[in-house]
C-alpha cells in the first residue's frame, strides 16, 4: 500500500497547498519554473549589430540632416558677441553704437577665414548681395579703430544703415531658427518679424511640392491601371504560365534605375525607336516630343515603378483565387457585376498597399526627373540634392526633407486610419 500510496502521489496533483505535505506526508513535487530571460537576452544580443548598423548607417544620418533646419549656428560662430548684442535689440532704429563697434572688431578678427565664408553664405540666402557687401566690408576696414562705427560702415556700404540688414543679422543669430522651414514654404519673417509671403519671383517650393504630388499621383493612377489587369492575369493562369511571367514582372528589379531611365531616353528621343515605329506604322509624319517633358517623365517612372504595383496585388489576388467569382455568377450575377460585387472589394487590400508603395516612392524619385525632364519637370528630390552638393545650404535642404518626410507620414496615418474605418472586406 504504501508503495502505491506513494506511486499515486507523485503522479497525480496534490490538492495541498504549496510548500505544505499532502495527506501521505509527502511534500509535492514544485514545477520547474520556465526562465526565459536568457534566450530573450540572447535575441536581443543577435539583432543588436544590425540594430546599431542600421542606426549608424541610415538613422542618425537622417537624423542630423533633419536637425540642421532648426539650426543655425554660422553667424553666432563668427561673430558671437555681435549675436549676443542682436538678441538684446529691441528692433527699432538701428543698433546701439556699442553692437556696432563689437561687430567691427569681430569682423576684424575673422577677416580671410572659413567663419566669414559661412556667416555670408547663410546672410546671402536671406538677402541677395549680402556676402559681397560683407566680404567686402571685411577688405576695407581700417586697421585701427577711430570714429563713429556706425559711420564707418556706411561709408563702406550705404546698406550698413539700414534696419533691414541688421534684422537680418539679428534672424541668423540662432542657434536654432524657423527660417529654412518658413524658406520652405516660401515664407519668410519681415523687419517686425511677422510672418510674410515673399516676393513672387521669389516663390518656388510650394509650386515644387505641387507638382511632385501631382506627379505622384498620376503615376500611382497609371501603375493602378496597368498593374491591376496584369496581377489578375498572373493570379488566375496556371503556375507554369504565371511563373515565367512573374518572372518577366521581377526583371526591372535586377537592373539599375540608372540603366533604365538611360534606356528610355534611347527610346523617346526623337529618332528613337517609339516615334520609328509609330511613323512606320502610319499614326504619325513628324517625331513627337516624348523626353525633356512631364511625358517622358510619366512613362519612365511608371515603367520603373510598376512592379511595386504588381507584386502587392498579385499576392492578395492570388489567396482570393476564382471560386468567389464563379460562385457569384452561379447565382446570377453577370461577370462584370460579379467583379465589381465580389473580387474588386476582397482586392482592396492589394490596391491600398500597392498605391501606398508607388506613391511613396515616387515622392522622392531624383534620377528619372533629372535626366528625362525639362526644367518645369524637377520634382522636390532634385532642389533637395541642389542645396545639398551644390551650394551647400543643409539648412534649406533639411528643411525640404523634413517636409516631404512630415507629407509621406501623414498619407501613411491617413491609408492606416483609413483600412482600420473601412476593415476587412466582406
Not at 31 to 37: F, G, H, Q
Not at 95 to 103: D, I, L, N, Q
Not at 363 to 387: H, K, N, R
Request: proline share 6%.
Amino acid at each position: 500500500m504504501s508503495s502505491s500510496g506513494w506511486t499515486i502521489s507523485r503522479s497525480l496533483p496534490s490538492a495541498s497547498t504549496p510548500g505544505q505535505p499532502d495527506r501521505d506526508g509527502l511534500q509535492p513535487r514544485k514545477e520547474p519554473v520556465v526562465r526565459r530571460t536568457l534566450p530573450q537576452l540572447s535575441n536581443w544580443l543577435l539583432v543588436l549589430p544590425l540594430f546599431l548598423f542600421s542606426a549608424g548607417i541610415f538613422v542618425a544620418p537622417i537624423a542630423l540632416m533633419l536637425l540642421r533646419s532648426v539650426q543655425d549656428p554660422e553667424l553666432a560662430a563668427a561673430f558671437p558677441r555681435t549675436a549676443a548684442e542682436l538678441a538684446r535689440w529691441d528692433g527699432q532704429d538701428l543698433p546701439r553704437p556699442e553692437a556696432m563697434s563689437t561687430f567691427i572688431t569681430e569682423l576684424r578678427g575673422v577677416r580671410g577665414t572659413d567663419r566669414i565664408s559661412f556667416a555670408a553664405n547663410r546672410l546671402n540666402a536671406d538677402i541677395s548681395g549680402f556676402r559681397s557687401m560683407l566680404l567686402r566690408t571685411a577688405r576695407m576696414l581700417p586697421q585701427a579703430d577711430g570714429g563713429d562705427a556706425a559711420e564707418t560702415l556706411r561709408r563702406i556700404d550705404a546698406r550698413w544703415g539700414e534696419r533691414s540688414t541688421w534684422t537680418a543679422m539679428r534672424r541668423a543669430s540662432g542657434p536654432v531658427t524657423d527660417y529654412f522651414l518658413l524658406a520652405a514654404l516660401d515664407l519668410q519673417r519681415d523687419d517686425d518679424g511677422a510672418v510674410a509671403a515673399v516676393p513672387a519671383e521669389r516663390a518656388v517650393f510650394v509650386g515644387v511640392f505641387l507638382r511632385t504630388l501631382w506627379v505622384s499621383i498620376l503615376v500611382t493612377g497609371f501603375c493602378l491601371l496597368l498593374g491591376y489587369p496584369l496581377a489578375y492575369l498572373l493570379a488566375s493562369l496556371p503556375a507554369r504560365y504565371a511563373n515565367p511571367l512573374l518572372v518577366l514582372v521581377l526583371i526591372p528589379f535586377w537592373t539599375s534605375v540608372l540603366v533604365r531611365t538611360t534606356a528610355w531616353i534611347v527610346l523617346l528621343q526623337r529618332d528613337g525607336l517609339v516615334n520609328g515605329l509609330l511613323r512606320r506604322i502610319g499614326l504619325i509624319e513628324q517625331p513627337l516630343t516624348l523626353i525633356y517633358n512631364r511625358t517622358g517623365v510619366l512613362i519612365a517612372m511608371v515603367h520603373v515603378l510598376l512592379p511595386l504595383m504588381i507584386l502587392p496585388l498579385y499576392s492578395v489576388m492570388k489567396g482570393i483565387g476564382r471560386a468567389p467569382m464563379l460562385a457569384a455568377m452561379s447565382l446570377g450575377a453577370r461577370p462584370f457585376e460579379a467583379f465589381l460585387r465580389v473580387y474588386l472589394p476582397q482586392s482592396r487590400a492589394g490596391i491600398g498597399a500597392g498605391c501606398l508603395l508607388v506613391f511613396i516612392s515616387a515622392l522622392g524619385y531624383y534620377v528619372t526627373p533629372e535626366l528625362i525632364g525639362g526644367g518645369g519637370d524637377q520634382m522636390i528630390s532634385y532642389f533637395i540634392a541642389f542645396y545639398t552638393n551644390r551650394t551647400t545650404n543643409w539648412g534649406l535642404a533639411g528643411a525640404l526633407s523634413l517636409i516631404l518626410l512630415l507629407a509621406t507620414g501623414l498619407l501613411y496615418i491617413a491609408y492606416a486610419r483609413l483600412s482600420r474605418a473601412t476593415g476587412p472586406a466582406r
